[in-house]
Nanobody
């Protein structure tokens, strides 16, 4: 079974940092694109950052560029999201998602991903 386990969320003050991890199992991890999405109360799920399976190309939402960094460790079947200079508006449940067939132009679309983890809460206090 495909499993994605997101972890690393928590409560942090404005300007602080967190590193989220997405541990995967049950599939050929290095063949799948991985995306981080977030959803705040009353808002739609939005893409935060994504990384391809092939050439390592990445996507960042404009709101997180320069503050967040996505990386993947195929040996550990894990994708990381390093978040720095956190802002209250980053508060949300963060989800990781995976799919084998995601083209670069579609990396930021939630419906491009078949498999989803359970989410981890990130709360940034002002």
């Amino acid at each position: 079974d495909v499993q994605l386990q997101a972890s690393g969320g928590g409560l942090v003050q404005t300007g602080g940092s967190l590193r989220l991890s997405c541990a995967a199992s049950g599939f050929s991890f290095d063949s799948f694109a991985i995306g981080w999405f977030r959803q705040a109360p009353g808002k739609e799920r939005e893409a935060v950052s994504c990384i391809s399976s092939s050439d390592g190309s990445t996507y960042y939402a404009d709101s997180v560029k320069g503050r967040f960094t996505i990386s993947r460790d195929n040996a550990q079947n894990t994708v990381y999201l390093q978040m720095s200079s956190l802002k209250p508006e980053d508060t949300a449940v963060y989800y990781c998602a995976a799919d084998r067939q995601v083209i670069s132009s579609s990396m930021a679309r939630p419906n491009s991903y078949e498999y989803w983890g359970q989410g981890t809460q990130v709360t940034v206090s002002s």
